[in-house]
């Protein structure tokens, strides 16, 4: 199985600062058909589902505010959240789809500072 | 609207069973594939099972592995998962979410606590 990591664990961060948020994976997922990272961030609330905020490791999600930005390629990607609002604080994940049997980085906590 | 919405969670004693249910509606339920992910309380999110567009295939993650078992009924645009000899590490909110058409999981229902408790 692909091992998805994360770093930091949590972070605080000013409201409209930058907020950046980190994932490693133990085998790439950059596929080699048709050049994609299958690598997805997601966003989730207290008391709510998980929400898809970016797939294939750097596109938006319909409806997605474009200060959430994911980045990189192979094992090491990124998101980044380019002036923090009150309404992102919450737990992101990021999750490698190119192997059948999903996994999950152990999520991140954003607050605000 | 498209939605999905998951049913049948509840408390359940070790050993036992349950079946949980996941209700799609607002697209062609029998075009996409549908997963089940978990989130015991406090935790992470822990991917679960995952079956095809059709039925025909089906995978699991180790730790429900003989145990679980993933099915649909595309007529009635119905998703099931059901688990039996159930333990306490089961306990968790299970989601329902769609596999969209770039791969991720696009749609998720409000999810289903089920607790396995004596």
């Known amino acids: 199985d692909i091992v998805m990591t994360q770093s930091p664990d949590s972070l605080a961060v000013s409201l409209g600062e930058r907020a950046t948020i980190n994932c490693k994976s133990s085998?790439?997922?950059?596929?080699?058909?048709?050049?994609?990272?299958?690598l997805a961030w997601y966003q989730q609330k207290p008391g709510q589902p998980p929400k898809l905020l970016i797939y294939w490791a750097s596109t938006r999600e319909s409806g997605v505010p474009d200060r959430f930005y994911g980045s990189g390629s192979g094992t090491d990607f990124t998101l980044t959240i380019s002036s923090l609002q009150a309404e992102d604080v919450a737990v992101y994940y990021c999750q490698q789809y190119y192997t059948t049997l999903f996994t999950f980085g152990p999520g991140t906590k954003v607050d605000i500072k | 609207q498209v939605s999905l919405v998951e049913s049948g969670g509840g408390v359940v004693q070790p050993g036992r069973s349950l079946r949980l249910s996941c209700a799609a509606s607002g697209f062609t339920f029998s075009d996409y594939g549908i997963h089940w992910v978990r989130q015991a309380p406090g935790k992470g999110l822990e991917w679960v099972a995952v079956?095809?567009?059709?039925?025909?295939?089906?995978y699991y993650a180790d730790s429900v592995k003989g145990r679980f078992t993933i099915s649909r009924d595309n007529s009635k645009n119905t998703l099931y998962l059901q688990m039996n000899s159930l333990r306490a590490e089961d306990t968790a909110i299970y989601y329902c979410?769609?596999?969209?058409?770039?791969?991720?999981?696009?749609?998720w229902g409000q999810g289903t606590m089920v607790t396995v408790s004596s």
């Open positions: 079956i095809s567009y059709d039925g025909s295939n089906s």
């Open positions: 979410a769609r596999d969209g058409i770039h791969g991720a999981l696009d749609i």
């Open positions: 085998h790439s997922v950059l596929s080699s058909s048709n050049n994609k990272n299958f």
